[in-house]
């Protein structure tokens, strides 16, 4: 062989497995196999693990789900450190330009509607609570059946739509409480009978098996934005008609920009099966899921 030849084929051969090593992660990923991280608004993350195992069972995939508040993930997905994320909003129309500057498109997907509660102790007889009281207290004045109110985190999802809604900013103050989860504001309510916490519901409909014995010991409040409607109870059908006033859609965000597991995983919870997952936990799916239904002509008497 000419040694010219059998120099540069060594040299070829050394570029293309370079090039090939570089672009493994991608090329192992498809949109139903391979490997990706999520991150995942830590009020709205049960209903996204149930996604993740029913997925995980039907693909060759594995989905590793990190949660996070809602401005840390924003923060992460800004900077490139994370491709793909589940958020109880959609990007905001200076986020969409933030990414448009980078030469990147998010898809985003609303596949649910959920909303954010006020919850009290189970030994308290008052199951109401308006928002325009909730607001005078969080300005600083005594409001009757209020000893404190309790957020999951400064930074998290449930803070930022509250706020949006009362036209006040949430912050630690006299008698308003931050934790971290909203595990632990169902803990603190649930031995502190006054204290008003806000989570979003899905802990409540579906909290680990090993929390069960603490969620029963609180309740959910019916809200009051609306002298018209007055006090709404949040059920699905209340979320899903838009009557609840904390009501919000859950959208998975991604910028991966190629056909990987972002995007099998929306469609995923946007087709048949997730939307049937949505429906059974008690969140509102965006569309219903078809139901067949088989009829007989001739009855079939069994006893005989």
């Known amino acids: 062989m000419n040694k010219k030849y059998f120099v540069f084929a ?21 949109i139903i196999t391979g490997k990706a991280t999520l991150l995942v608004d830590e009020s709205i993350f049960p209903i996204v693990e149930d996604q993740q195992a029913v997925f995980e069972t039907q693909y060759d995939a594995k989905l590793i789900l990190e949660k996070k508040s809602e401005a840390e993930i924003i923060n992460s997905l800004l900077n490139d450190s994370i491709k793909i994320a589940v958020l109880p909003r959609k990007l905001s129309a200076a986020e969409v330009k933030a990414f448009a500057n980078k030469k990147i498109t998010p898809k985003q ?7 954010v509660v006020f919850i009290t102790s189970k030994v308290s007889n008052d199951s109401l609570i308006s928002l325009e009281d909730v607001v005078s207290f969080m300005k600083g004045k005594e409001v009757k059946g209020i000893k404190g109110l309790v957020f999951d985190n400064p930074n998290s999802s449930t803070v930022r739509l509250l706020s949006e809604k009362a036209g006040v900013n949430v ?30 519901i899905d802990w409540l409909l579906q909290p680990p098996l090993a929390m069960q014995s603490t969620v029963d010991n609180v309740r959910m409040m019916s809200l009051k934005a609306d002298e018209k409607l007055g006090y709404v109870y949040p059920t699905q059908f209340t979320i899903g008609k838009g009557f609840y006033p904390l009501a919000r859609h859950l959208h998975i965000i991604n910028c ?38 088989v009829t007989r002509k001739k009855v079939l008497n069994d006893n005989k």
């Open 10 to 30: 060594v040299l070829s051969l050394v570029f293309v497995s370079f090039i090939s090593c570089n672009n493994s992660d991608k090329t192992k990923e498809t």
């Open 109 to 115: 997907t609303v596949f649910a509607k959920d909303a």
């Open 171 to 200: 912050a630690p103050q006299k008698n308003v409480y931050s934790f971290a989860t909203n595990m632990e504001v169902i803990k603190y309510v649930a031995k502190n009978e006054g204290m008003i916490g806000v989570v979003g």
């Open 256 to 293: 991966q920009g190629y056909s990987g597991l972002g995007m099998g995983f929306a469609s995923f919870l946007g087709g048949e099966r997730g939307q049937r997952i949505v429906l059974k936990s008690g969140l509102v799916p965006v569309r219903y899921p078809s139901r067949n239904i």
